[in-house]
Structures are given as structure tokens and as C-alpha cells.
């Protein structure tokens, strides 16, 4: 902190209270006053060199800006904003306006053009709009919600107007443009300098988009609009020139396809105000290289460049406290009981961090959660087992402390095809304005398409949003029905405040409401975590949730964007309500929870999976469960069936580590005395040398067992559907393997463990090393068809740089 | 409509004080971007063309944040768009920017920022953000948190790693290219 301080001394940032401090502590000591100066110096250089004050405004545009009327609410095609459009023209002399077009959404853009120019473009625009992820977005969705279309009703109150009538009107300085009869096949747009502004429209399967800026190319090509989605016509991907902001203006109701009015002709159709097309009179040409963004993906660099434009760091995000699980005394806590958890939030999110450069609070980090994260290469059950899950346990030296083991229980669940039941889903959608992201709302939308497309004949699937209001946006609806749900996502737009009160309760109610008995139900909540359900307190929150999981519901919570990321909360609602959290960081993680995890999203094997070790203290003295902090279970719990456990997916696996510190410790390797010796009981202490005998001790202390087996692993689980639990135990010996020896599975998931210790700053980190952390996650690193383990090392990378220079 | 005309009288003198105030910084931040000062001056037109539109419902006591938030957004798409050409035009436009040294003193000052902001576009995405609003745009930490919508430690955060890395980076760029009897920068004196 002081570092910064200095910094912020630099540039006159400090309270006074604050820079008395610093300039007393700069006074007491001249090294650092001199580091100091030179700080200031060099912010002094930037701040000089950086500050040009001679940009500015020409003062024709200066006093344009100033004489510029004051925007009305909502602009009509004939209302005053014309002449905010024109004054810009004149700049150019020679400009005329284009045709107005209508966009998805409903903003209306006005393209100028130079006369020699051919070709205007009439196009739907929407700016925002755009099917990006992370992409920069052309103008500033946030601040003009308010002012357009979103909430003007569908098309009506402006009527049918013929967009050329509304053009040519008004428009001073435009030259009688030549409207070149509409061949496109053979029109050129030729384009001038650096000070056009073009626009290319596309139109891809259902959705418009536009990007503005200047176009280079001159080469053109034809686009036309395929999408079931949009009211009939043709679609017109046409390129634009305009040097203003596009004006915002209500759809236009549809007009009829009919005649062709050359250029400026774009009739528009809009259907229920949402979805436009527009048709023209025929097709026109595109500029190359601007068209065709389909809604599918991102090239993925440009992702990962773009992917933090927006990024809002750890504002107002909330993260459960931590406090990490403490060596116990086997002879005092031979029990160990925890919930399963197969969430993999933590990691995307810590990833998220780490690619902005930063490093995540350490609460965020959640060690299970980051080991969990990988698919592996477990064996599954038997076909003919009876239980839907195969557990085992592994033990090898631990990479940390070289004299204690490590132990790894992996449980892998079976995989059960989706295919073979039907789902009946609920999206619950986050429509507030704080989803106004990149980041967020867009990256929801693709997810729930990518799910939609999987879906078929005999499931279900409903949207439910909530912002200022909760509303049903989209009835159940046939699986099969892709085009009408992938249209109801699409309409999606965010504005309003967090006020979902009812929105949970809805959408139970739809789940309910389309309940497929042995199938999948389940609600899908998007949010950025900053959604209010009119619940605040905690314990209120959950008693809800369970109470809604009753109804036989499942719940999986997907976390997007940062910056309102409530955790806590999101992690609160999934344990309670039956669920997973996943947080959808990026394209890639959307596909790897919703496509390829898809029925571990979707389908659940077991419920309420519970483990309870028992430790053996001939042979262990302590142990050390390593995550699952806020997972754990008091050890009555593991009996009691009414308490609620978390569940495990399809093809899910759950892995956890335990350190271990053996009974049989070198000499001189002994550890302190965790806890004083007992004043009024002594607990039978066994030593290296008489496993075989067991000292007679006071009858309530406990009797080493003398048993080779370090623990016993118990589970218990109950079926999706069940309320009885069925148990599993399995004695466990350790081999004495090595590090080296261990499987590689077990190699990575301690060097996920390890990665975690480090960037957690744990207690516990022992010996470890970056460095050591990234070869042994190297040695575990396996094939890695998926790449995720790939990336990991990449991530190790990242947080061992921002350690260094922190 | 009639109404709205009061209303309208008094978001117009708030405009004009905006225009004023925020005409300059906005040109600069938008030509740390785009390096052309006529693309700058067409995103920061358009900036207040959209803030003239969007007044009504924008916080007055906030407008900062949201005028910069726009202009960058503007200047990244404009600047995704033909990436090649600013690179070109930097160099030339950077001697006409100056005021009115003379002409050596003109070149050493073009060289410098054209330095700096090169050095600038190394810094990784969140620095060179927090860093464009305070050294270009001139923004305070209060005013650069609510741009960014991060806390103002964070802001604090980095800025001063923004600027440890320029620093190390000029430093080592002065290191390895002697200027002969070319003035340099005082701060570096010290270094």
C-alpha cells in the first residue's frame, strides 16, 4: 500500500490528513523521499507531456455543438433532430443524408453521403446490440436505454412512414442525390478517406448487426438475410456512410415489400417492434470484411483481446469469508464430514482475474472448486453397479511438506445420456440494467442459445425475466421450437432496475407449472449476482431456496461479468436449492458448462452426496482437509437425512484432498504439540514400535485400532428422486508411493491444490514454489484434448508474475 | 411537449458547461486512441451529440465518467476498424500537434509523446485505461473509479503499477538509445 500511496502523494490524490502522513514519513527518511521524487518527476513528465492542450474543436464545430437544439425525448423522423444532422453535413460540404434505418431494437441510423458516392445504405442498426463478447461496442448502450425504443411500444405511434417521404423532406444542403436505380450486382461504393464513416450490416441467422466505422475496402459483396426469425423479406445488407452518431428512432410498423424506391427506399418491416428486417428493393452490396458476423464465435483472439474492455473489477462483489480448515488431531477429531460440491465458479473466476492482470481476493478462491474444475479421466461405475458413482481413493506423498501424504478421493459419477430423459427448463434471466455488459447480457444470450440448440421434440423450455418486473417472455415452449426460443433470447435487452422479487418464485412456478415426471426440471438463473430477490438476509435467502428445492426442482446458477459478482450469494442459492454454479467468464466457458458439461448441468445422478472419513490414529496423527471450507458437515449430519448435500451431474467428478501427517514421523520431524495433553483423560498414544499392543488406558479414552488401513471413506447418496440415503465405505491403505509414482490425475489435482495454496497466501503452503507448482502440473498434464489444462499452466504463469510484483 | 421546454432551458446551460469543460480533455483522450486529430474531434462530436440526446437521464453530477466512457467505446470501434492508418498517421500528426516551440524543440516533444503513448499501448488493459484517464484526459481518482466502476484503492492500484511501468520501460528505452545533445527529460536526470 505504501508504494501506491506514494504514487497518489505524486499526483496530489491524498487527503491532507493522508499527505501529512506521507510527506512526515518522506521527511524521516531520504532514501525513500528521494524514490519519491523522482516518482513525481516522471508523473510530472507524463502528466506535461500527455496534455496537449492545444486539441481541440475547430470553433465551425464548436459553435455548431453550442447552437445544436436541445434533444427532444423521443425523435420522430420529422421532428427537430433533422437539423441536428444537417449542421454536421455541412462540414462536408457537400454531404447529403441517406435514408434512416431501422435496427432491431429500433434505433434509425441517418447516413450521409457524398454525392459522388453511388450507394447509401439502408440498414437495420443496432448498435448495441451487437452479438460480441467483449466487443467494443459503437456507442453507449447505458445512457441511452432510457431514450429509445425499449420502451415505446411496438410500432405504432409512428405510424407508417414511408422512410423516403421523411427523408427528403427537411434535409437542407442535400443535394437532389442521384438515387441510382437499385442494381446492386453492380453498384460500387467508393469510398473515401479516412473521414467516412461506413457501416456493413449483416444479417445472420436471425439477427442484425452492424458495425460502424470506416471501411477501406471497396470490394462488396452480397449479403442476404437468412433467418426463419425475421418477418418475411429480403434483408438488405447495405453499407452506410454517415458521419454523425445515428439518430434513435422507434421501429416503423411494416411496411408493405412492395416497390422499390431506389435507394433511399428501404421499407422496413418490423414485427412486434423487436425483430426488423428490412427489406429494399433488392439486395445491396456489403463491404467486404464488415459482414457476417454470425452470432457463433469470436475468433478467439480477439475475444481474449477485447474479453476485459468492460471489465469492472471487484467493486461491490461479495465473497464468503474463508477460514481455511485447520490441521485436526486425529485422536480428538478422528471424524471428518463434508458436503460434495461440484461448482466450478471459483475457478472461472479467478481465471477472470488473472486475465485482467490482477489478482483475485483470496476468498474467492475456493480450492475444491479450482480441482474440480477439470475433467478427468476417472473410470466411471460398473454398468450393473448399483450405485451411480465410482469412488477411490489414492495416496502419495504430499508435493508440500515432504514427510506428510497426501490423500485423493475421486468419485466419479456414471454418465447418463440427456437424450434419454426429457427437460423441461426455465431460464431465468437477469434483465436489469447493471447486465448493460458485454460481458453479461450478450454472453447470456449466446449461452442460453447454445443450450436452446440442444434441445428437441418432448422438452420444454421457458423464459422468465425480472428487472423492474418479472415477466413469463417466453410460455413453455416445444424443444423443437428452436427458431421461437431462440427469438424470445434475442430480444433480451436490459434496462431497469434489480428488483426481481418475484422472479425466482416465477420461475418455479413455470417449472412447476411444466413439471415432466422422470425428467429433467430445472431453472437456469443468468445474473451478474446483483439481483435482488427481496430477500437480503442470508438465512432468509436460504430457508426460500430449500423450500422452493422441495418441489423437486433443480437450480443451476450461471455467474457472468464482474464487478456485482455476489458470490456469496449465487454459491447460497445454488447448495440450498439443489444446484450448481458455474460463472461463465468467457464463449469458451459457456460451451464447456452447457455443451460438453451439458449433463452434468443438466442431469443429476445423486443427491445429497455426503462424505465422512474416519482416521485411523495408529496410523495418522492429523489431517488437513484441503477446501470445502464452507462445505462442511457436523458428523451427525452424515446420518441425518434430512440434511441437505450437494449433488453430483452426469459424468461429474468430485475429488478431494486430504494432507496427512503420519503417526510415524522421522525423528526430529515431530511437529509441536497441536493441542495441550488432556489434564483429566489420556488417549492411548501408539508408537512406531507396538502397533500390535494397545496400552490399556481410562476407559473413555478411545482404543487405537490396530489396523493397517490409514481411513475409512464413507458416502452416502440418495437418488435424484429418493429421500433415503444409501452408503458406501471403503477401507483405504497406503502404499507408500511417491510423488513421481502417483497417477497423473493425482500429480494435477495437487498441483490445482498447490496453485490455490500459493495464490491464497495459505498458512499451510509449505515448500511450494511457483515453479514447483507448474512441473508438477506439467507431469499431471496428460493429454489434454480439451486444452483446459493447457491453459491452467498458462494461469499459473499469470499469478506467479502478479505474485512477484506484489 | 410543452413542459418539456422549461425543462429543456436549464440541460442546455448544463450542456454548454459540459462542452466547455470537457471539450479539450475528451479531444486528447479520444486522439490518445486515435492518434488523427480529426477522428478525435469526430468521436468527441458524436460524444456530445449522444450527450445532448441522453442528458435527461444522465446523473449531472456524474457526467465524467459516462463522457469518457462513450468516447472510448467510440475510439475502440473506430479504431478496431483501421488500426493500420493510425499507426501511419501518428507520426506526422504528432509535429502538428505541438504548440509553438521552436522547431527542435518541436521534434524532441513529438518524439516524446509519440514515446509515451507507444509505451502506453504496452500497459496491460485495466493500466492503460486508468492511466489515459488521469495523464490524457486529466481525471481524478473519484472521477476515474466511476469511469472504470472500480473502487478508487483499485484506481490507486493501478495507476501506480500503470506508471512503474512506464517508468522502468522509459528508462530502459533511454538506456539503450544515447540522445546526443538532444534534451531529455529532467526526470530522467535523477534515474
Redesign the interface.
Known amino acids: 500500500m505504501k508504494?501506491?500511496?506514494?504514487?497518489?502523494w505524486a499526483?496530489d490524490?491524498l487527503s491532507p490528513q493522508e499527505r501529512e502522513q506521507i510527506e512526515a514519513a518522506l521527511r524521516e527518511n531520504p532514501q525513500i523521499k528521494?524514490k519519491a521524487?523522482?516518482?513525481k518527476?516522471?508523473?510530472?513528465?507524463?502528466?506535461q507531456?500527455?496534455?496537449?492542450?492545444?486539441?481541440?474543436?475547430?470553433s465551425e464545430?464548436?459553435s455548431r455543438?453550442?447552437t445544436?437544439p436541445?434533444?427532444?425525448?423521443i425523435?420522430v423522423p420529422s421532428s427537430a433532430s433533422k437539423p441536428?444532422r444537417w449542421s454536421?453535413t455541412s462540414r462536408f460540404g457537400s454531404l447529403a443524408a441517406a435514408a434512416a434505418c431501422v435496427a432491431v431494437g429500433g434505433y434509425w441510423m441517418y447516413p450521409w453521403l457524398k454525392p459522388e458516392k453511388e450507394q447509401i445504405v439502408v440498414a437495420a442498426v443496432e448498435e448495441e446490440k451487437l452479438f460480441k463478447v467483449g466487443?467494443?461496442?459503437?456507442?453507449?448502450k447505458a445512457?441511452?436505454?432510457?431514450?429509445d425504443l425499449l420502451e415505446s411500444p411496438a410500432a405504432p405511434s409512428f405510424g407508417n412512414m414511408p422512410l423516403n417521404e421523411s427523408l427528403r423532406s427537411p434535409l437542407p444542403g442535400l443535394a437532389s442525390t442521384p438515387l441510382p436505380a437499385a442494381k446492386p450486382a453492380e453498384s460500387n461504393v467508393t469510398l473515401t478517406g479516412?473521414?467516412t464513416?461506413a457501416g456493413a450490416v449483416s444479417v445472420n441467422g436471425g439477427t442484425l448487426e452492424v458495425?460502424?466505422?470506416?471501411?477501406?475496402a471497396s470490394k462488396q459483396r452480397m449479403l442476404e438475410l437468412s433467418g426463419g426469425t425475421l418477418a418475411a423479406g429480403k434483408e438488405l445488407a447495405e453499407t452506410m456512410q454517415f458521419?454523425?452518431?445515428p439518430l434513435?428512432m422507434p421501429a416503423s410498423p411494416p411496411a408493405p415489400p412492395a416497390a422499390p424506391l431506389g435507394l433511399l427506399a428501404a421499407n422496413v418491416t418490423a414485427s412486434g417492434g423487436r425483430t426488423v428486417t428490412t427489406s429494399a428493393s433488392s439486395a445491396v452490396p456489403v463491404v467486404e470484411g464488415a459482414a457476417g458476423q454470425t452470432r457463433a464465435f469470436e475468433p478467439p483472439q480477439i475475444a481474449a483481446s477485447w474479453a476485459?474492455?468492460r471489465?469492472?473489477?471487484?467493486?461491490t462483489e461479495s465473497y464468503t469469508r474463508i477460514l481455511e480448515n485447520e490441521l485436526m488431531d486425529v485422536r480428538r477429531e478422528p471424524l471428518s464430514t463434508f458436503s460434495i460440491d461440484v461448482d466450478t465458479a471459483s475457478y472461472a473466476n479467478v481465471r477472470r482475474f488473472l486475465n485482467?492482470?490482477?489478482l483475485p481476493p483470496a476468498d474467492a478462491v475456493r480450492l475444491e472448486e479450482l480441482i474440480n474444475y477439470f475433467p478427468g479421466d476417472e473410470e466411471g461405475p460398473a454398468a450393473d453397479a448399483k450405485e451411480p458413482f465410482a469412488a477411490r481413493v489414492e495416496l502419495a506423498a504430499c508435493p508440500w511438506q515432504p514427510h506428510h501424504r497426501l490423500a485423493r478421493i475421486a468419485i466419479q459419477g456414471k454418465q447418463a445420456q440427456k437424450g434419454s430423459k426429457a427437460s423441461n427448463l426455465v431460464f431465468l434471466v437477469d434483465v436489469s440494467g447493471s447486465m448493460d455488459d458485454p460481458q453479461k447480457l450478450p454472453l447470456v444470450k449466446q449461452s442460453l442459445c447454445m443450450l436452446a440448440e440442444q434441445m428437441g421434440e418432448g422438452d420444454r423450455v421457458s423464459m422468465v425475466t425480472y428487472a423492474s418486473g418479472t415477466a413469463v417472455v417466453l410460455p413453455p415452449t416445444n424443444g423443437e421450437n428452436r427458431p421461437q426460443i431462440i427469438a424470445a433470447v434475442d430480444q433480451l435487452q436490459a434496462n431497469g432496475s434489480t428488483n426481481g422479487a418475484g422472479g425466482l418464485k416465477l420461475a418455479y412456478e413455470q417449472a412447476v407449472a411444466g413439471f415432466i415426471q422422470e425428467g429433467i426440471n430445472r431453472v437456469i438463473l443468468c445474473t451478474d449476482g446483483d439481483f435482488n430477490v427481496g430477500i437480503s438476509d442470508p438465512a432468509e435467502l436460504e430457508k426460500f431456496i430449500a423450500e422452493k428445492a422441495r418441489s423437486g426442482v433443480f437450480l443451476s446458477v450461471l455467474g457472468f461479468g464482474s464487478?456485482n459478482l455476489k458470490d456469496r450469494t449465487m454459491e447460497t442459492l445454488a447448495d440450498k436449492g439443489n444446484g450448481n454454479y458455474a460463472y461463465i467468464d468467457g464463449l469458451a466457458e459457456a460451451r464447456k458448462v452447457l455443451v460438453e458439461q451439458m449433463a452434468g448441468t443438466l442431469v443429476t445422478i445423486a443427491k445429497d452426496v455426503k462424505v465422512q472419513i474416519e482416521f485411523n490414529p495408529a496410523q495418522v496423527r492429523a489431517y488437513r482437509l484441503i477446501g470445502y471450507e464452507n462445505r462442511l458437515l457436523a458428523k451427525e449430519d452424515f446420518n441425518d437425512d434430512t440434511k441437505d448435500a450437494g449433488e453430483i451431474g452426469s459424468g461429474h467428478r468430485v475429488v478431494a484432498l486430504y494432507e496427512l501427517v503420519p503417526t510415524n514421523l522421522p525423528p526430529g520431524v515431530e511437529p509441536d504439540r497441536i493441542v495441550d495433553t488432556l489434564k483429566y483423560q489420556t488417549l492411548a498414544s501408539p508408537t512406531s514400535k507396538d502397533l500390535n499392543e494397545v496400552k490399556p488406558v481410562a476407559a473413555t479414552a478411545l482404543d487405537a485400532v490396530a489396523s493397517k488401513e490409514l481411513m475409512t471413506v464413507k458416502l452416502r447418496y440418495k437418488q435424484p428422486e429418493g429421500e433415503t440415503s444409501a452408503k458406501i465405505e471403503l477401507p483405504v491403505l497406503d502404499e507408500g508411493k511417491t510423488l513421481e509414482a502417483a497417477s497423473g490425475e493425482f500429480q494435477f489435482s495437487a498441483a490445482v491444490a498447490a496453485f490455490g495454496l500459493l495464490l491464497r497466501d495459505s498458512s499451510y503452503k509449505g515448500t511450494l514454489t511457483w515453479e514447483s507448482v507448474r512441473k508438477l502440473a506439467l507431469a499431471g498434464k496428460g493429454p489434454d484434448k480439451l486444452g483446459y489444462r493447457g491453459e491452467f499452466l498458462q494461469l499459473i504463469d499469470k499469478a506467479a508474475g502478479l505474485k512477484q510484483?506484489n | 411537449?410543452r413542459g418539456?421546454h422549461a425543462l429543456?432551458a436549464e440541460?442546455?446551460t448544463l450542456?454548454?458547461e459540459t462542452?466547455q469543460r470537457y471539450?479539450?480533455p475528451l479531444?486528447?483522450y479520444a486522439?490518445?486512441y486515435t492518434g488523427?486529430?480529426?477522428?478525435?474531434?469526430?468521436i468527441?462530436?458524436?460524444v456530445?451529440?449522444?450527450l445532448?440526446?441522453?442528458?435527461?437521464?444522465?446523473d449531472h453530477e456524474r457526467l465524467a465518467p459516462?463522457l469518457f466512457?462513450?468516447c472510448r467505446?467510440?475510439a475502440?470501434?473506430?479504431l478496431?476498424?483501421?488500426r493500420r492508418?493510425v499507426v501511419m498517421?501518428t507520426q506526422t500528426l504528432d509535429l502538428e500537434?505541438?504548440?509553438d516551440p521552436s522547431p527542435h524543440e518541436e521534434m524532441d516533444?513529438a518524439e516524446?509523446?509519440t514515446m509515451?503513448?507507444r509505451l502506453i499501448d504496452t500497459l496491460?488493459?485495466?493500466?492503460q485505461e486508468a492511466?489515459r484517464l488521469?495523464?490524457?484526459a486529466?481525471l481524478?481518482?473519484q472521477q476515474i473509479?466511476a469511469a472504470?466502476?472500480?473502487?478508487i484503492g483499485?484506481v490507486?492500484?493501478l495507476?501506480?503499477?500503470g506508471?512503474?511501468a512506464?517508468?522502468t520501460k522509459?528508462q530502459a528505452m533511454e538506456n539503450e538509445e544515447p540522445a546526443p545533445g538532444k534534451a531529455r527529460?529532467?526526470?530522467l536526470a535523477?534515474?
Open positions: 508504494h501506491e500511496q506514494i504514487t497518489a499526483l490524490e528521494a521524487e523522482e516518482t518527476s516522471f508523473c510530472d513528465l507524463l502528466t507531456e500527455l496534455r496537449d492542450e492545444s486539441l481541440a474543436f475547430t464545430q464548436r455543438l453550442q445544436m436541445p434533444a427532444s425525448n425523435i441536428v454536421f466487443g467494443p461496442q459503437i456507442g453507449q445512457a441511452s436505454a432510457p431514450m479516412a473521414n464513416y458495425r460502424s466505422g470506416n471501411v477501406v458521419k454523425s452518431p434513435s476485459v474492455q471489465d469492472q473489477v471487484a467493486s485482467q492482470n490482477m464487478g510484483t | 411537449m418539456e429543456m440541460p442546455h450542456f454548454l462542452l471539450e479539450r479531444i486528447r486522439h490518445g488523427d486529430l480529426e477522428e478525435a474531434r469526430d468527441v462530436q458524436d456530445f451529440v449522444k445532448s440526446q441522453c442528458l435527461h437521464t444522465l459516462w466512457t462513450v467505446n467510440r475502440l470501434d473506430h478496431r476498424k483501421h492508418l498517421e500537434m505541438s504548440a516533444r516524446i509523446v509515451l503513448r496491460p488493459t485495466r493500466q492511466v488521469k495523464f490524457i486529466g481524478d481518482y473509479s472504470m466502476k472500480t473502487s483499485n490507486g492500484y495507476i501506480h503499477h506508471v512503474a512506464l517508468r522509459w527529460s529532467p526526470a535523477a534515474a
